[in-house]
């Protein structure tokens, strides 16, 4: 039972697969079954379809692949600009940085006396609020200046001072950084909130204060840049179609991102960060948030700073709308013209054909000058030549079968006319042969009966084609009335194969070339003549051969029998003329003839036919 439901299972899987061939050959079949203009037309329409279908999907895919490429080098030139202008900012605070840190009344207040008078902080206090006011005065920064004294005074350009500048941690963040730098400038990133007005900031640049004469650390100056500074320099590149724009500092942590800020001061934990981290600038595909986009970043040479863009692909194949219409309305219209194409195509190869069918119905009801007339030269054109010229070819064939019937009907009648009423003269020979009995006259009897022979023979109604045997005992007879005529003037010989025998040949076939070897060679002949009759049967040809040894022919009349001139003959025989014209109305050309003679040496007359036989006639 185990073995048995698997082995249904292969059984039914192969019945599924034969159904489903047996449908393929059926649909297969159908198709094949429909007329040649149908199947013309369906198959350049599918052959046009699949190339035209491929060239718009290939030209669209190139065209889009093509417009990315061009959209991605313009957001990178965008990045470029941007970062260009990120690094005249970042050059711009540094100066303001590096102008503050050399200024000689920032230096001279930060030595005071952290315990000096509240008037006279008051005084420090204007003239720093002077000094910001001087050096901010010209630029529209959206940063803050805090100045952080070792002796305990803090000025700053807002109006609060966040809590981690309160108090000089040397161990944590800028201070850190701006503590090993040692007075050179230094960044710092981070990501804070000013609760007062929520304003992010998210760059520092800072830098350790220190007094020009003695070198003693006299604080810090920190000067902090918010998201909206970098906003406003994002804005300076022109509009663009990301996404998503990161800042990322050296390694990898975001230091600005709009829209998407929540992630401001964590690392980018996305597979292409490293290409990102290793090169310089480019642009490749990427994923972002599930979805595909172009990745598009430059590097800021000073700092070294990365600005990255993101833009989904969806939003750049919107933007090729209008070159994907117009790609599958040319296709659409390729394949509408390739429609018109195979109809007009496949009416000018079949209405011809069409044509030729019609002419071939007409031929079948019996008109054979029915005719096509062509209009060009190509296959069809050959094809209907050929077609009328075997038209014409049967058409003679016919007419040359109905004139050789008509011809050999002509040369029975004229055989029988040639008799002067056969049945009467038939009559006569019994009555005189019954007489010659009578008196003791044998020869004549005998002679008579011959006659007699010939003459049922020659009267004989049935097939045209008789054995050869019959005909030999017809020659028989004539033979024995000219062995009475000339006595002893000629010896005869006849040899026949067995084999021969039962071939049929036209009746009365024999006689008049025996006829003809007697009157035109043997009976001139002074001396004793021979006279050879000889058939045999050579590879299922049939060989008659009459030779005497008489006076021959001449040249003259030799030339009118091969040309078939009219030839006048002794006696009542049929002339050779027309025993050629017989054989040619029965074997058409398969028949040789030939006649060899000297003149006072004799005739020798072949003649080779097919060697039909009874059975197979």
């Given at each position: 039972?185990?073995?048995?439901?698997?082995?249904?299972?292969?059984?039914?899987?192969?019945?599924?697969?034969?159904?489903?061939?047996?449908?393929?050959?059926?649909?297969?079949?159908?198709?094949?079954?429909?007329?040649?203009?149908?199947?013309?037309?369906?198959?350049?329409?599918?052959?046009?379809?699949?190339?035209?279908?491929?060239?718009?999907?290939?030209?669209?895919?190139?065209?889009?692949?093509?417009?990315?490429?061009?959209?991605?080098?313009?957001?990178?030139?965008?990045?470029?600009?941007?970062?260009?202008?990120?690094?005249?900012?970042?050059?711009?605070?540094?100066?303001?940085?590096?102008?503050?840190?050399?200024?000689?009344?920032?230096?001279?207040?930060?030595?005071?006396?952290?315990?000096?008078?509240?008037?006279?902080?008051?005084?420090?206090?204007?003239?720093?609020?002077?000094?910001?006011?001087?050096?901010?005065?010209?630029?529209?920064?959206?940063?803050?200046?805090?100045?952080?004294?070792?002796?305990?005074?803090?000025?700053?350009?807002?109006?609060?001072?966040?809590?981690?500048?309160?108090?000089i941690r040397d161990n944590w963040g800028a201070f850190r950084k701006a503590q090993a730098a040692d007075g050179k400038n230094i960044w710092d990133t981070h990501y804070s909130i000013r609760p007062e007005e929520m304003q992010e900031v998210v760059l520092t640049s800072g830098r350790m204060l220190h007094d020009h004469s003695t070198q003693e650390p006299l604080g810090y100056l920190m000067i902090d840049i918010y998201e909206s500074a970098l906003s406003d320099i994002y804005a300076t590149g022109g509009k663009h179609l990301n996404d998503q724009l990161?800042?990322?500092?050296?390694?990898?942590?975001?230091?600005?991102?709009?829209?998407?800020?929540?992630?401001?001061?964590?690392?980018?934990?996305?597979?292409?960060?490293?290409?990102?981290?290793?090169?310089?600038?480019?642009?490749?595909?990427?994923?972002?948030?599930?979805?595909?986009?172009?990745?598009?970043?430059?590097?800021?040479?000073?700092?070294?700073?990365k600005i990255v863009s993101l833009t989904p692909i969806g939003l750049i194949h919107e933007k090729n709308s209008l070159i994907r219409n117009l790609t599958w309305s040319f296709a659409i219209l390729g394949i509408i013209i390739s429609s018109w194409l195979a109809y007009f195509l496949s009416k000018t190869v079949t209405d011809p054909l069409y044509k030729v069918m019609k002419v071939m119905r007409t031929v079948e009801k019996g008109d054979l000058t029915a005719r096509f007339a062509p209009k060009y030269n190509d296959d069809i054109g050959i094809f209907?030549?050929?077609?009328?010229?075997?038209?014409?070819?049967?058409?003679?064939?016919?007419?040359?079968?109905?004139?050789?019937?008509?011809?050999?009907?002509?040369?029975?009648?004229?055989?029988?006319?040639?008799?002067?009423?056969?049945?009467?003269?038939?009559?006569?020979?019994?009555?005189?042969?019954?007489?010659?009995?009578?008196?003791?006259?044998?020869?004549?009897?005998?002679?008579?009966?011959?006659?007699?022979?010939?003459?049922?023979?020659?009267?004989?109604?049935?097939?045209?084609?008789?054995?050869?045997?019959?005909?030999?005992?017809?020659?028989?007879?004539?033979?024995?009335?000219?062995?009475?005529?000339?006595?002893?003037?000629?010896?005869?010989?006849?040899?026949?194969?067995?084999?021969?025998?039962?071939?049929?040949?036209?009746?009365?076939?024999?006689?008049?070339?025996?006829?003809?070897?007697?009157?035109?060679?043997?009976?001139?002949?002074?001396?004793?003549?021979?006279?050879?009759?000889?058939?045999?049967?050579?590879?299922?040809?049939?060989?008659?051969?009459?030779?005497?040894?008489?006076?021959?022919?001449?040249?003259?009349?030799?030339?009118?029998?091969?040309?078939?001139?009219?030839?006048?003959?002794?006696?009542?025989?049929?002339?050779?003329?027309?025993?050629?014209?017989?054989?040619?109305?029965?074997?058409?050309?398969?028949?040789?003839?030939?006649?060899?003679?000297?003149?006072?040496?004799?005739?020798?007359?072949?003649?080779?036919?097919?060697?039909?036989?009874?059975?197979?006639?």
């Amino acid at each position: 039972m185990r073995n048995t439901v698997p082995t249904i299972r292969a059984v039914g899987h192969i019945w599924k697969k034969n159904g489903k061939r047996r449908r393929n050959g059926r649909m297969i079949r159908r198709f094949l079954s429909l007329n040649l203009r149908t199947k013309l037309i369906a198959l350049i329409i599918v052959t046009a379809f699949i190339p035209v279908s491929l060239l718009g999907l290939f030209s669209y895919n190139y065209v889009t692949k093509l417009m990315q490429e061009e959209i991605s080098e313009g957001e990178l030139e965008r990045l470029k600009q941007v970062n260009n202008n990120l690094t005249y900012f970042i050059n711009d605070v540094e100066q303001l940085s590096l102008f503050l840190y050399k200024n000689e009344e920032i230096q001279e207040i930060l030595n005071k006396d952290p315990y000096r008078s509240p008037e006279e902080k008051d005084e420090d206090l204007q003239q720093i609020e002077r000094l910001f006011e001087t050096v901010m005065g010209a630029k529209n920064w959206d940063v803050s200046i805090y100045i952080i004294g070792a002796n305990g005074d803090r000025y700053f350009s807002t109006q609060h001072l966040p809590p981690h500048y309160n108090h000089i941690r040397d161990n944590w963040g800028a201070f850190r950084k701006a503590q090993a730098a040692d007075g050179k400038n230094i960044w710092d990133t981070h990501y804070s909130i000013r609760p007062e007005e929520m304003q992010e900031v998210v760059l520092t640049s800072g830098r350790m204060l220190h007094d020009h004469s003695t070198q003693e650390p006299l604080g810090y100056l920190m000067i902090d840049i918010y998201e909206s500074a970098l906003s406003d320099i994002y804005a300076t590149g022109g509009k663009h179609l990301n996404d998503q724009l990161f800042l990322l500092d050296e390694q990898g942590y975001i230091i600005s991102s709009q829209p998407n800020k929540e992630i401001v001061g964590t690392r980018l934990s996305y597979d292409f960060l490293p290409r990102v981290i290793q090169g310089d600038q480019g642009f490749f595909e990427a994923e972002w948030e599930s979805q595909a986009s172009v990745l598009t970043y430059d590097t800021a040479e000073d700092t070294g700073f990365k600005i990255v863009s993101l833009t989904p692909i969806g939003l750049i194949h919107e933007k090729n709308s209008l070159i994907r219409n117009l790609t599958w309305s040319f296709a659409i219209l390729g394949i509408i013209i390739s429609s018109w194409l195979a109809y007009f195509l496949s009416k000018t190869v079949t209405d011809p054909l069409y044509k030729v069918m019609k002419v071939m119905r007409t031929v079948e009801k019996g008109d054979l000058t029915a005719r096509f007339a062509p209009k060009y030269n190509d296959d069809i054109g050959i094809f209907a030549r050929r077609f009328n010229r075997m038209l014409g070819r049967v058409n003679k064939l016919i007419q040359e079968n109905y004139e050789k019937k008509i011809r050999l009907k002509e040369s029975e009648i004229k055989a029988l006319q040639a008799q002067i009423n056969p049945h009467f003269l038939y009559n006569t020979l019994e009555t005189v042969n019954w007489m010659a009995r009578l008196h003791g006259a044998k020869e004549i009897s005998k002679l008579v009966v011959s006659l007699g022979e010939i003459m049922r023979y020659s009267i004989k109604r049935g097939d045209d084609l008789v054995p050869l045997e019959e005909d030999i005992k017809q020659l028989k007879n004539y033979l024995n009335i000219q062995e009475v005529r000339y006595r002893d003037q000629f010896n005869i010989h006849m040899h026949v194969d067995e084999e021969a025998k039962k071939a049929l040949i036209p009746s009365l076939l024999l006689q008049p070339l025996v006829e003809n070897a007697i009157s035109h060679g043997l009976e001139g002949k002074v001396e004793k003549g021979n006279l050879s009759i000889t058939i045999t049967v050579i590879s299922n040809s049939l060989q008659i051969i009459v030779e005497d040894d008489g006076a021959g022919i001449d040249s003259k009349t030799l030339d009118r029998i091969n040309l078939e001139k009219p030839l006048q003959s002794k006696g009542t025989g049929i002339g050779l003329q027309n025993v050629k014209r017989r054989v040619f109305l029965y074997y058409g050309n398969d028949f040789t003839w030939h006649i060899e003679t000297k003149e006072n040496e004799g005739t020798k007359f072949s003649i080779t036919l097919p060697a039909y036989r009874e059975e197979s006639a």
